[in-house]
């Protein structure tokens, strides 16, 4: 499997097709959804803001990374020249999924909404693109603004961000219409290099608020006591069909189990509440002095033991200790008498559970094409929560 990402597009402009561009290596990043460098390149060649619309093809690679990898792209302004013919194809056939920011009239409808709410300077510089949203930095006087498209199942991110209500620890709700969010920019970097004294800080900082928050009732219900239910669906379609006889019958047993996990979690003493979602270093930001979270579209009401495991699928095994430590030290001081640890250990096989389910949400409400990006997660979970049972200590 490649490591390094070859891209290829398909430019057009509304309906025209300018022509195909590529293949061209992308060393600054191997990742499917970040089309900065594929934008950059396109926009350098023909003179013209360049914004990727969607995935259309991948060839090799895995995780959501490298291989070959071919778009469909937009350019926002004629181009003076052109490329290299490229057959059309179905690349203007309408799909019911299609995300709204993944063709030209989507696209520029948000754009030209985020240009009225903000006093934007320039062309957009898109970050990142794919099945879930869309991202651009737009220019602004002093600085920059991002748009964000979300897609209908994380419509729930600026709920959260307006109920959250602090600027020091999440980005601001500038302006919002159905489908799109224009937030404040979030200085410093993203944390997936961050050490152990950082990412403690996360953790801890995080667990604090959500102590506080509670949940608005716009959120997605995920609380535990529905995963039954959510399961036993799983289990009955396209994630329950990849499992073979073995995994069926383990699958079964977990089922029956699930109403004592979920009574043992209760005996634990934690709130429910307003949950990220996606807790993971790379959803945080620091700028030296100021450690903050972003990318709610996960945003639901659930259990707080979803966030403190999340890390652990993301750092190195000597970072994850001290981050485990630092949720259990944060939620026995708010709570006094509860048992986090032991939260902890029992929500395990429950969170890949949930993350099953909340990957076939993405599966059964995206197009054909980038499928690729989700396809066998909710199985793959599954087996992750029969392995978690195994190495688990039961409730007593």
Known sequence: MSALRTASAVVTFGEEIIGESGPFETPESAAWNNTAPVCERLSALLGVPVVVLRLLEVSGGGFARGGRVRYHAEALE??????SPAAAGDLFEPHPLRSRWATSAGLREGLEWASSVAEVTGPPRQAKTWNLGAVFRLPVEGGSVWLKGSAPFGAAEPDALEWIGDPSLTPVVLARRPGWTVLSHLPGEDCWEAGPGLLDALVRRWAEA?????????LPDRRPARLPALFAGLLDGEAGRSLDAAETEAAGRLLDALPRLISGLEACG????????????????????RTTVLDFADAHHGHPALDGLRPATFVAPDLWE?????WISTWSR????????????????????????????????????ERIYHEGDPAEEIREALQAVKTSRPPT
């Open 78 to 83: 004629r181009p003076r020249s052109r490329l």
């Open 210 to 218: 959500a102590g506080r928050l509670g949940a608005p009732a716009s």
């Open 270 to 289: 934690l709130p429910e509440g307003l949950v990220h979602g996606d807790f993971h270093p790379g959803n945080c930001r620091s700028d030296g002095t």
């Open 322 to 326: 001290p981050c485990r430590s630092a």
């Open 334 to 369: 708010a709570v006094p008498g509860s048992d986090p640890a032991r939260a902890l250990e029992l929500f395990r096989p429950l969170a890949h559970l949930s993350y099953a389910h909340r990957y076939q949400e993405f599966l059964d409400a995206i197009e054909p094409s």
